[in-house]
């Protein structure tokens, strides 16, 4: 009779979350949270930005992208909200129509909502109170480098700009730095929602490497187990459902899809995956396991040292990572353990932004190795903000094409350093089958 017994060599956090799912998630934190960014993070990105008045015009079925960050995701005819600091402090003032301003002054989030009555303009409104008030930087979403910046269609652009007249039109700047210094940068209790949200997702993949069967599973197996946690914990996707989760067993393929690729002994298993709790805060944490062959017991020497290259990258991007360092920087820190190691070269940036989608606003950790440094990489890191990073090690395969390690973690920026969401991997994953 053969029997398979699967062996799982880890070491799992102390803070691993229950592996029964909740019975309900609760009422979501985000109207409290927004309010809380809108008042005390607002203000901060407004003056870092040097703006003085921020307008965003939202309205039904092709709405600006960052509605629901200022109470404009139920907008139906069109709504203007106002932004601005004066020798007062902040403020805020929303010109509504007058069928949805009720609801939205009872969101309680804004100083004032001013109902439109039918007939009337919005935008109009709003523009008489910007020429009484002189403002002279006046931020707009519409930018060429950043997606959350240009809500603003050309001919809402063309209609404010027409109403403001051209003294006050030439005041119009971008608010692009100021959207990325807000969405940047995340809330303790933003910082928590990711934290739960990076056990549930490392727990879970690594419950996934124990469904195993060598020669029988198939990386959309382990795939299709992730898929039943989160449908039976009731969270959500962190980026495309069509490649989350990424599991690979075989050389690399990228941004993919699982495959049916069948696990074998020899074979270096990633897989990549992220959940959205509250249908808004995302994860992005990998993890890695080693398929033993038949009489081993323990990685070989070189799988090995391709997993200590890869950490060690991952621990030496950590290092780097504090307040007042620039993205380009924490890559490179990751790229010279690489060399060091002889690792094959890797497209990837080290890093990224993490929080509200899995690439989100904020620095890239990347660029070190390129011929050009794409401009948020020259960004500085700032306390609050939260990254998902890897240390990588490449290698040729004797079937062919490279595969890569990379050892993702969650992370936030602190005071004085950084540190770390979860506990990270510290040891392979070993997958074992042994007859008897």
Not at 157 to 163: F, G, I, P
Not at 190 to 215: N, S
Not at 230 to 249: D, F, K, L, R
């Amino acid at each position: 009779m053969i029997r398979y017994l699967f062996v799982l060599l880890i070491f799992i956090s102390a803070c691993a979350p229950d592996s029964k799912p909740p019975i309900e998630w609760g009422e979501s934190p985000w109207p409290e949270i927004r309010k809380e960014r809108i008042n005390t993070l607002l203000p901060q990105a407004m003056e870092a930005a040097g703006v003085d008045l921020w307008i965003v015009i939202c309205r039904e079925n092709n709405n600006d992208p960052i509605a629901d960050h200022i109470g404009g995701e139920n907008a139906g005819g069109t709504a203007a909200f106002l932004f601005y600091r004066d020798s007062e402090g902040f403020h805020s003032k929303v010109f509504s129509p007058s069928g949805e301003s009720t609801a939205l002054d009872e969101l309680d989030i804004h100083d004032e909502v001013i109902p439109v009555e039918r007939g009337k303009s919005a935008v109009s409104m709003a523009v008489e109170f910007i020429k009484e008030r002189d403002f002279k930087a006046i931020a707009i979403n519409s930018s060429t480098g950043s997606a959350q910046a240009d809500g603003l269609s050309y001919t809402q652009r063309m209609n404010l700009e027409n109403q403001l007249g051209s003294t006050l039109s030439k005041r119009l700047v971008s608010s692009d730095e100021l959207i990325y210094e807000w969405l940047s940068v995340k809330l303790p209790a933003e910082v928590d929602i990711l934290r739960k949200a990076a056990e549930l997702t490392a727990a879970w993949e690594l419950e996934a490497y124990e469904m195993i069967e060598p020669g029988v599973t198939t990386d959309a197996d382990v795939a299709a187990f992730l898929d039943a946690k989160m449908e039976e914990y009731g969270v959500g996707e962190a980026w495309n459902p069509t490649q989350n989760p990424n599991v690979n067993s075989g050389p690399d393929r990228g941004h993919s899809h699982a495959t049916d690729k069948v696990i074998m002994g020899g074979d270096v298993i990633q897989t990549d995956f992220g959940i959205k709790l509250y249908g808004r805060w995302v994860s992005d944490i990998q993890r890695f396991a080693y398929v033993l062959k038949e009489g081993e017991t323990e990685a070989p020497e070189d799988i090995q040292f391709y997993w200590e290259s890869a950490k060690a990258g991952n621990r030496a991007a950590f290092n780097a990572m504090k307040p007042g360092v620039k993205g380009v920087e924490v890559d490179a820190a990751q790229r010279a353990l690489m060399k060091a190691n002889n690792s094959e070269y890797v497209p990837w940036s080290t890093g990224h932004p993490v929080g509200y989608v899995a690439h989100d606003v904020g620095p890239n950790l990347g660029g070190s190795q390129s011929p050009s440094v794409r401009p948020a990489a020259q960004k500085l890191l700032k306390e609050g903000m939260v990254f998902a990073f890897d240390g990588f090690h490449a290698w040729t395969l004797e079937s062919g094409g490279t595969k890569t390690i990379s050892v993702e973690e969650m992370v936030v920026i602190t005071e004085n350093g950084t540190e770390y969401l979860i506990a990270p991997q510290e040891e392979l994953v070993l997958v074992a089958c042994f007859n008897f």
